[in-house]
């Protein structure tokens, strides 16, 4: 359908109730709803005129995380994906979107690749899914991440799982990181916080001071 500043997007809606909806521009999710309640966040000034990435749900980083080489977070959230193909399982729908190089692309990483990209919605779960084949004829390194935005309130929301990660404080000092190790049980924010947590656990709980824990 025909989202934000006339860019397509896809509608993903769960026979238990649940919606999603993914931008093509980007491949980015920018809404999951569970029992009509949006847990994601998206920016009020975020921009939808397929120029600039759209500031909030999922956005990607590929092939670079944060600053480098190229342009911050790299290039795949700021191309058109293709859907490749979607599916029905029990009532929950499941689509695959596919980023291929292009000279967009080339002109700043010169590498030739397909990302498929796998979103899953259940009743309760929005899982996602990233696979990255060299198509080239030489090796090439990347990183990725989803730059996630929950909805929350920031001077009620926790974290919990985070206690022994190693940490790096970028606060105050973002070129100058200090070393730490986190002993709190729950991780709240009552202030500026730019902390990276190192060997964190496949699984955290972030409660968002809205009612929900995802």
């Known amino acids: 359908t ?3 500043g006339k860019l397509p997007k896809v509608v993903l809606t769960s026979v238990h109730g649940s919606e999603a909806e993914i931008y093509l521009f980007g491949g980015c999710v920018t809404s999951w709803k569970v029992a009509n309640k949006d847990l994601l966040f998206v920016r009020p000034d975020a ?3 397929g120029q600039k ?3 909030g749900g999922l956005p990607h980083c590929f092939p670079q995380f944060g600053p480098g080489l190229i342009q911050q977070h790299g ?3 700021n191309m058109n994906w293709s859907i490749v193909d979607s599916d029905n399982v029990e009532g929950n ?3 695959t979107l596919e980023l291929r190089d292009g000279p967009y692309s080339r002109s700043m990483w010169d590498f030739s690749f397909q990302a498929l990209y796998k979103v899953t919605l259940n009743s309760k779960s929005l899982s996602t899914e990233l696979i990255i084949t060299n198509v080239d004829k030489k090796p090439f390194s990347f990183n990725t ?3 996630t935005y929950f909805r929350a309130s920031v001077t009620e929301a926790s974290v919990k799982g985070l206690k022994g990660c190693k940490t790096l404080n970028k606060d105050p000092d973002p070129t100058n990181p200090l070393e730490g190790k986190e002993d709190r049980d729950v991780v709240t924010f009552p202030g500026f916080v730019d902390c990276i947590y190192l060997h964190a656990p496949n ?3 972030l409660d968002n001071g809205l009612g929900d824990v995802i």
């Open 47 to 49: 921009v939808f005129n």
């Open 93 to 95: 729908p499941v689509v």
């Open 75 to 77: 290039f795949a959230r």
């Open 145 to 147: 991440a989803l730059h």
């Open 2 to 4: 025909e989202g934000e």
């Open 203 to 205: 699984e955290l709980h």
């Open 53 to 55: 990435p759209i500031s």
